[in-house]
């Protein structure tokens, strides 16, 4: 017996280390592999492009990532600025509805604003000047609305501007939720603005918190209410802070500019030929005046190919000037009716309102029988370019200078939609300083200015 344990012993041990030894080998090659990769990851080398291989399929792939890199964020975007607004909103709702200054004494806003800036130091906006906007921002969205008898967001429908919420609705429906979390107590749906004056009751539901305000930058509510008249011109600048993404200086320039008054007083006869809400939207998107400024023309007086000329020769700042949602179709298209060619001047397509706009150019003042030719020409354009999906087309004649009761008397017995604006501010190049003439100019003013030194010296002593 003890033989044979003794025998069996090396055999044991034998295969024992036969097993170890091949572990111990799988472990270093594991090792080793992982020390390489590692060296292979670390190493310094150079990408060159024979290494990738960019096809079709790469190319969409990576368009893809980067639009949704950019989509999440802009919904991260509005999410923040919607969160913040919603607080202000609030903020301004619970000033006016507990009536903290009868209740607590005038200076409670500043005490507020201290109160705020000690809890949140690192915050900004906790400002009484600040707080004091909340406050007014609120008012004035919620008492404008008691007057019109109408609520904000159904205004804001008639100005298109619920439409731009279809591209954010993650964050807009998230942001609903949260407000919806927030006011448990609201009956009513959010976006809707009840009726009633803010001093009826105290214990009213709050004014809901519409949802497009999210937006728009606070910095751009704050210029939007300390400016506007009217809420009609406030939501009317919304919308174009929402559409071009306006900053606060820019958005201060088109009130300086009064953009408001001059957009939807074009003379026209929509309202007789076409059906509500577009008749209210094109007289939004045309204007009453066109500044032409950015067009040169050689010499004055010009003739209606010139300023053609100039002003399709810089297409940019046309559509620019012409507004948002223009598409330019092309100039001097050909119509052949019956063996003979007729050219409209300028023809556009406009995005929003889903139609074509035969614009027609005129460097004198105008005539009755213009109305006659635009006519046909929009005639032409519905019957020979117009798609059965498009919404009929529109005439616009742009001229020197029009008489309004002239251009209403020729509108009557024509059943297309049409409207006459002006034009303004075309540089006559002939009348504009040479190169030399400028330095002529500024050589003399120094020497004036000069002068006009050396006798104030004299003067003192």
Same mark, same amino acid.
Request: aromatic share 8%; glycine share 4%; hydrophobic share 35%.
């Given at each position: 017996?003890?033989?044979?344990?003794?025998?069996?012993?090396?055999?044991?041990?034998?295969?024992?280390?036969?097993?170890?030894?091949?572990?111990?080998?799988?472990?270093?090659?594991?090792?080793?592999?992982?020390?390489?990769?590692?060296?292979?990851?670390?190493?310094?080398?150079?990408?060159?492009?024979?290494?990738?291989?960019?096809?079709?399929?790469?190319?969409?792939?990576?368009?893809?990532?980067?639009?949704?890199?950019? %989509?999440?964020?802009?919904?991260?975007?509005?999410?923040?600025?919607?969160?913040?607004?919603?607080?202000?909103?609030?903020?301004?709702?619970?000033?006016?509805?507990?009536?903290?200054?009868?209740?607590?004494?005038?200076?409670?806003?500043?005490?507020?604003?201290?109160?705020?800036?000690?809890?949140?130091?690192?915050?900004?906006?906790?400002?009484?000047?600040?707080?004091?906007?909340?406050?007014?921002?609120?008012?004035?969205?919620?008492?404008?609305?008691?007057?019109?008898?109408?609520?904000?967001?159904?205004?804001?429908?008639?100005?298109?501007?619920?439409?731009?919420?279809?591209?954010?609705?993650?964050?807009?429906?998230?942001?609903?939720?949260?407000?919806?979390?927030?006011?448990?107590?609201?009956?009513?749906?959010?976006?809707?603005?009840?009726?009633?004056?803010?001093?009826?009751?105290?214990?009213?539901? %709050?004014?809901?918190?519409?949802?497009?305000?999210?937006?728009?930058?606070?910095?751009?509510?704050?210029?939007?209410?300390?400016?506007?008249?009217?809420?009609?011109?406030?939501?009317?600048?919304?919308?174009?802070?929402?559409?071009?993404?306006?900053?606060?200086?820019?958005?201060?320039?088109?009130?300086?500019?009064?953009?408001?008054?001059?957009?939807?007083?074009?003379?026209?006869?929509?309202?007789?030929?076409?059906?509500?809400?577009?008749?209210?939207?094109?007289?939004?998107?045309?204007?009453?005046?066109?500044?032409?400024?950015?067009?040169?023309?050689?010499?004055?007086?010009?003739?209606?190919?010139?300023?053609?000329?100039?002003?399709? %020769?810089?297409?940019?700042?046309?559509?620019?000037?012409?507004?948002?949602?223009?598409?330019?179709?092309?100039?001097?298209?050909?119509?052949?009716?019956?063996?003979?060619?007729?050219?409209?001047?300028?023809?556009?397509?406009?995005?929003?309102?889903?139609?074509?706009?035969?614009?027609?150019?005129?460097?004198?003042?105008?005539?009755?029988?213009?109305?006659?030719?635009?006519?046909?020409?929009?005639?032409?354009?519905?019957?020979?370019?117009?798609?059965?999906?498009?919404?009929?087309?529109?005439?616009?004649?742009?001229?020197?200078?029009?008489?309004?009761?002239?251009?209403?008397?020729?509108?009557?017995?024509?059943?297309?939609?049409?409207?006459?604006?002006?034009?303004?501010?075309?540089?006559?190049?002939?009348?504009?300083?040479?190169?030399?003439?400028?330095?002529?100019?500024?050589?003399?003013?120094?020497?004036?200015?000069?002068?006009?030194?050396?006798?104030?010296?004299?003067?003192?002593?």
């Amino acid at each position: 017996m003890d033989s044979l344990v003794s025998q069996s012993k090396p055999r044991m041990n034998i295969g024992f280390w036969i097993i170890v030894t091949k572990l111990l080998t799988l472990q270093t090659k594991r090792d080793m592999d992982k020390q390489n990769k590692e060296i292979e990851i670390n190493e310094p080398r150079m990408v060159k492009s024979h290494d990738v291989k960019l096809d079709t399929e790469y190319a969409e792939w990576i368009a893809e990532v980067k639009h949704r890199y950019r %989509s999440a964020q802009v919904k991260a975007a509005v999410k923040v600025n919607g969160e913040k607004l919603l607080f202000n909103w609030q903020m301004g709702r619970d000033l006016v509805q507990k009536k903290a200054e009868e209740r607590w004494g005038a200076g409670v806003v500043e005490q507020v604003s201290l109160d705020l800036r000690r809890e949140f130091p690192n915050e900004d906006g906790f400002s009484a000047r600040n707080l004091r906007y909340m406050k007014q921002w609120y008012q004035y969205y919620t008492t404008e609305a008691a007057k019109l008898q109408r609520p904000v967001a159904e205004i804001m429908a008639v100005y298109g501007i619920e439409v731009n919420l279809q591209k954010l609705q993650r964050p807009v429906a998230e942001l609903q939720s949260s407000i919806n979390q927030e006011r448990l107590k609201l009956q009513r749906p959010v976006g809707e603005l009840v009726k009633q004056p803010v001093s009826e009751t105290e214990n009213d539901a %709050s004014y809901d918190f519409p949802i497009p305000f999210a937006l728009v930058p606070w910095g751009q509510h704050i210029e939007i209410i300390t400016r506007s008249e009217s809420l009609e011109e406030a939501l009317f600048y919304m919308q174009h802070v929402i559409e071009k993404g306006l900053s606060r200086t820019a958005l201060v320039n088109c009130y300086k500019a009064h953009l408001f008054d001059h957009q939807g007083k074009i003379v026209n006869n929509f309202s007789t030929h076409l059906p509500e809400p577009q008749s209210h939207l094109v007289q939004e998107v045309l204007k009453e005046n066109y500044d032409f400024g950015f067009a040169t023309v050689d010499h004055e007086p010009f003739e209606e190919r010139e300023l053609e000329d100039a002003l399709t %020769s810089d297409v940019t700042n046309l559509l620019l000037e012409m507004g948002t949602g223009f598409a330019f179709m092309g100039r001097q298209k050909e119509i052949i009716v019956g063996g003979r060619s007729r050219k409209i001047d300028l023809l556009f397509y406009h995005v929003r309102l889903r139609c074509y706009i035969a614009c027609e150019i005129k460097v004198k003042p105008f005539e009755p029988e213009f109305t006659g030719k635009l006519n046909y020409y929009v005639s032409a354009v519905d019957e020979l370019v117009k798609a059965p999906d498009d919404n009929p087309t529109i005439g616009l004649l742009i001229c020197s200078d029009m008489d309004k009761t002239d251009v209403q008397w020729s509108f009557r017995g024509i059943t297309t939609p049409m409207g006459v604006a002006t034009y303004n501010n075309i540089r006559i190049k002939d009348m504009l300083p040479t190169q030399e003439q400028l330095k002529e100019r500024m050589e003399l003013l120094q020497k004036e200015l000069r002068a006009t030194k050396r006798l104030m010296k004299k003067a003192s002593e």
